[in-house]
């Protein structure tokens, strides 16, 4: 969200006695819009806004504790290069804990570490849901199907190929990166050898 905005509100009702949840009155406010003025979030922010916002939050909780969280399409309303940035936010998470995300997005599930497919089935009397857990070509076979129509087509399965590939290219490159910032962060001391000493004659 390139020269948004995020603010918090907080007042005060001189009249009001303390409470159970004390005497502030706080509101969110938020632009996603250079030189728009913050406004209260409930009011104008889109469901896409409202996904990429609360992904924000917990990621910026996760950097302090990490711990199981689950995220029940926080990439609504979002698609195309964004919804590629909110999976690489995803799998950064799930390396340093355990991320559950339901999806429609194949640029989402693309970046997982593990696709489970979850299937309703119905026969007009009863209803189950399945779990699965794809690997190889049959993750293929249902990222193409995310990304294609009732037929899968030989196009759309040379797309989800290319998905995977690009993802894993991605965390394979921001793993490195950040190997290569953790050391450097270690604030190790390289001492020079000190040049001998020179001789008297």
């Known amino acids: 969200m390139a020269g948004g905005r995020f603010e918090v509100d907080v007042t005060q009702d001189g009249n009001a006695d303390p409470a159970q949840?004390?005497?502030?009155?706080?509101?969110?406010r938020v632009t996603a819009n250079p030189?728009?003025?913050p406004r209260a979030l409930a009011k104008v922010a889109s469901g896409g806004e409202l996904s990429r916002l609360s992904l924000a939050v917990q990621v910026a909780c996760a950097a302090?504790?990490?711990?199981?969280?689950?995220?029940?399409e926080v990439d609504a309303g979002i698609g195309g290069a964004v919804a590629e940035i909110v999976g690489r936010e995803l799998r950064s998470l799930g390396v340093r804990g355990q991320v559950?995300?339901?999806t429609h997005l194949p640029q989402v599930a693309c970046q997982a570490h593990h696709h489970l497919r979850v299937t309703k089935l119905s026969d007009g009397r009863t209803t189950r849901?399945?779990?699965?857990?794809?690997?190889g070509d049959q993750r293929v076979e249902e990222l193409a199907r995310m990304l294609g129509g009732v037929e899968i087509t030989a196009k759309a399965r040379e797309h989800a190929?290319?998905?995977?590939?690009a993802a894993t290219l991605a965390a394979?490159?921001?793993?490195?990166?950040g190997a290569t910032r953790d050391a450097a962060?270690?604030?190790d001391t390289v001492r020079q050898p000190r040049p001998p000493a020179a001789r008297r004659r």
């Open 21 to 28: 949840h004390g005497i502030d009155q706080i509101e969110f």
């Open 35 to 37: 030189g728009s003025p």
């Open 64 to 72: 302090q504790e990490m711990r199981c969280m689950v995220f029940d």
């Open 100 to 102: 559950l995300c339901v």
């Open 129 to 135: 849901t399945t779990l699965a857990e794809l690997d």
């Open 161 to 165: 190929r290319d998905m995977l590939s």
């Open 172 to 177: 394979a490159a921001g793993a490195a990166s």
């Open 185 to 187: 962060g270690k604030g």
